[in-house]
């Protein structure tokens, strides 16, 4: 599909071009402009050899004809006024001649003088080419709000000059964990909405990441983490529906990929790695051995619990402790917890009373998670747990 | 790029009478410094309004709160980081409350 193609190209293309242009406000228009002449074109005239440089190549001639015609956006870089005054020709074919610049625009839509959710918006709109709706939807804010937030996050980069660059020695470590954050939503993103493309190209980020920065145990830890995820991507859909861990089918898992992130993982633990990262990436390796060292696994969770003091990690942890102690046990733990907007606190409890033949409450936890439910997968299976169920008013 | 820290103080701003501490002014005379102004303190302000068409005046400064703006550096430098470097190492002696970093529009051929 055109619209996958496109996906796959958007962060790489709009990268060179903040490059080239100096702005990225700029350079999307330059972008979208090229890319609606692809759609147009290429269905007719067949894919160019190379789809990268023809997208960079066609929205840079756009962005200068455009300057050319506005006069008062005189040359914004050295490099656009030579390229001004000797217009490049037609598409050039070699990728080589243009630098993958997405690392560059990850530290930039990720700078913390930018509000954290406006870095993540921009960066899903930039490097992973979700569209403004999708991402208004997916942080459950109205589309005009998130709209505004981009294009002031947009334009605080260019007003304030917000460096596009790889921050020196000094900064790296902390600019970094703000990238973390950031790359793993992204992979979050493409993961929950069954939407690989996205989950794909938050590996590619990290692993650059993990390139530049070979000593920083997080970053590895991460890439771990999003390996071991995304190597069971295969046996997680049966039929458009969401099938857990446990029904899976373990020949669909990529063993490459899971011994890939094995070793990622014995580098960020060679590094002395303790982060929350390379815990959640141990505890995903974990969950690939059968039988499951659940004991093992509870002792990271508590480890992470510790670490975050989230609630969250409280869900997962007793998860761990109803395969250690029973149902009834891991019940206790959710208790007092306050996650009522949170799908998989209900969806976990649904499962638990399940357990335990407690199946009116069970019914109403999963209506719950339903309601809360957006991906379509994770719809179905839990409709179907709930047609298992006998709804309350249907006993005799 | 040109950017102005906004250096804010907190409590009577009694410093403004005081010298330079050595470590600001080393700060002041790096070559990336472009100017900078000291204020006289809050005390000493009076804010200046058009109400009813007729000029009001009041004594004091134009936001009364515990902060008020000490003084402005201007700062030459590549980008936002740079600005944020020298606010942060200012900031870390602990002379301020906070500073405000706000780039400067830059004239432009045939201005604006």
Redesign the interface.
């Known amino acids: 599909m055109l619209e996958d193609v496109f996906r796959d190209h958007w962060g790489r293309v709009l990268a060179t071009l903040v490059g080239v242009l100096g702005d990225i406000e700029l350079a999307e228009d330059a972008a979208q402009e090229a890319f609606a002449l692809a759609a147009e074109r290429w269905p007719r005239d067949g894919h160019p050899e190379n789809p990268t440089a023809w997208l960079i190549t066609t929205a840079r001639n756009r962005a200068i004809d455009r300057i050319r015609r506005e006069r008062t956006l ?1 040359a914004k870089t050295e490099q656009l006024q030579r390229e001004l005054r000797d217009p490049p020709e037609e598409p050039m074919d070699e990728a080589a001649t243009f630098p993958d610049e997405r690392l560059e625009l990850i530290f930039t839509c990720c ?1 913390p ?1 930018l509000a954290l959710d406006a870095q993540v918006a921009l960066t899903l709109r930039t490097l992973g080419g979700v569209t403004t709706e999708e991402i208004a939807r997916a942080f459950l804010v109205p589309f005009e709000t998130m709209s505004k937030r981009l294009t002031r996050a947009k334009h605080k980069i260019r ?5 596009f ?1 790889v ?1 020196p020695d000094e ?1 790296l470590p902390e600019r970094l964990d703000a990238v973390l954050a950031v790359v793993y939503l992204i992979f979050n993103e493409g993961w929950g909405g069954g939407r690989v493309d996205l989950a794909a190209e938050a590996i590619r980020l990290a692993r650059a990441l993990v390139e530049l920065m070979p000593d920083e145990a997080e970053a590895a830890g991460l890439l771990a983490l999003m390996l071991f995820n995304h190597s069971r991507r295969d046996a997680r859909f049966r039929a458009g529906q969401l099938v857990l861990l446990d029904e899976q089918d373990r020949s669909l898992w990529d063993e490459a990929q899971i011994a890939d992130a094995g070793q990622v993982l014995e580098r960020a633990i060679a590094l002395q790695g303790t982060g929350t990262y390379v815990l959640q990436a141990a505890i995903a390796e974990l969950h690939t051995q059968q039988p499951r060292d659940w004991e093992q696994i509870a002792l990271l969770y508590g480890r992470l619990e510790q670490l975050t003091g989230s609630p969250i990690v409280r869900v997962n942890r007793a998860v761990a402790l109803a395969e250690l102690e029973g149902p009834e046990r891991a019940l206790a733990l959710l208790e007092d917890l306050d996650l009522d907007g949170y799908l998989y606190f209900h969806s976990t409890r649904a499962d638990l009373l399940r357990r335990l033949g407690r199946n009116d409450e069970a019914h109403d936890a999963y209506t719950r998670a339903l309601a809360l439910a957006e991906a379509e997968p994770e719809r179905r299976f839990l409709q179907t747990r709930l047609d298992e169920l006998r709804p309350p008013s249907a006993g005799f | 790029m040109q950017y102005a820290l906004l250096i804010y103080g907190e409590g009577e701003g009694e410093r403004a009478t005081r010298d330079i501490h050595p470590s600001i002014a080393s700060v002041l005379d790096r070559p990336n410094v472009s100017g900078w102004v000291r204020l006289q303190r809050p005390g000493s302000a009076t804010t200046v309004r058009l109400e009813a068409r007729k000029t009001l005046l009041t004594d004091g400064p134009f936001v009364d709160s515990k902060e008020f703006l000490g003084g402005l550096i201007l700062v030459e430098v590549d980008n936002l980081d740079g600005a944020l470097a020298v606010a942060a190492e200012l900031q870390e002696l602990g002379f301020t409350a906070g500073i405000e970093v706000r780039p400067v529009f830059e004239l432009e051929l045939g201005g604006a």
């Open positions: 005189a700078h003088a007003d304030a000059a917000i460096p660059a921050p900064i």
